[in-house]
């Protein structure tokens, strides 16, 4: 069975520092990944998405972004963290050819 | 182009009682529908799906149809329970691929006991 992981769980930064979040999935292989941001009380926004190594869209232009550096592993980053960014973050996969997604557990970024 | 509308909460009922979360879409032919559940602090939880018209999605004693002739996917429950409380997201696949889901806003549902 697959199992996707994502760390750490919680995540208190200063302004203006880096940022590195880390999404792995087990399980499976050649799994497209997503990156979602939810803001307190509100829904969810797609950041980016990745059919495969090396590949990245982005969905809205921003302060983060994203590496796939391996098949199954998904990094969001930034180099200055702004208040803005504060939310939580939920890494997703899906399999290349479904539709339905399968979320981890989420990341909650807060920054003071 | 595609979209997805979800009733607004929160919806607050009491332990028993009858849920309805109203979905309605827009988009291109007919799509998978999915209802997602997201627990305080946790990720979303697929909950149930249809994959064509007509079809009857249902898990843990939730239930939802896809009906193409309102284009509606409306999650019920005939007796919920306070564990039921969570956030509730109607989605549909967008059109342009890359498999991408277009969320609804999400339904807030808190029951008491």
């Known amino acids: 069975s697959q199992t996707i992981h994502q760390w750490p769980a919680t995540l208190v930064q200063p302004v203006g520092s880096p940022l590195s979040l880390e999404c792995t999935v087990e399980?499976?292989?050649?799994?497209?990944l997503y990156w979602y941001r939810q803001a307190a009380g509100r829904g969810l926004q797609l950041l980016f998405y990745?059919?495969?190594?090396?590949?990245i869209s982005s969905e809205v232009p921003q302060n983060l972004s994203a590496s796939r550096p391996q098949d199954r592993q998904f990094i969001l980053s930034s180099k200055k963290l702004l208040l803005s960014d504060s939310g939580f973050y939920l890494c997703?996969?899906?399999?290349?050819?479904?539709?339905?997604?399968?979320f981890g557990p989420g990341t909650r970024l807060t920054v003071l | 182009g595609d979209s997805v509308t979800q009733m607004e909460g929160p919806v607050t009922l009491s332990e028993e009682a009858f849920l309805t979360i109203n979905c309605t879409y827009t988009?291109?032919?007919?799509?998978?529908l999915f209802w997602y559940v997201q627990y305080p602090g946790e990720g979303l939880q697929l909950l149930l799906k249809?994959?064509?018209?007509?079809d009857k999605g249902s898990n843990k004693g939730f239930e939802a149809t896809y009906r193409k002739e309102t284009t509606s996917f409306h999650l019920e429950k005939g007796s919920v329970q306070v564990s039921d409380s969570a956030v509730y997201f109607c989605?549909?696949?967008?059109?342009?691929?890359?498999?991408?889901?277009?969320f609804g806003a999400g339904t807030r549902l808190a029951v008491h006991p």
């Open positions: 989605a549909l696949p967008f059109s342009g691929g890359y498999n991408k889901l277009i």
């Open positions: 990745s059919v495969g190594i090396g590949q």
């Open positions: 399980g499976t292989s050649n799994p497209n």
């Open positions: 988009a291109t032919g007919y799509p998978s």
């Open positions: 249809a994959t064509k018209a007509d």
């Open positions: 997703a996969w899906s399999f290349s050819a479904h539709n339905e997604q399968f």
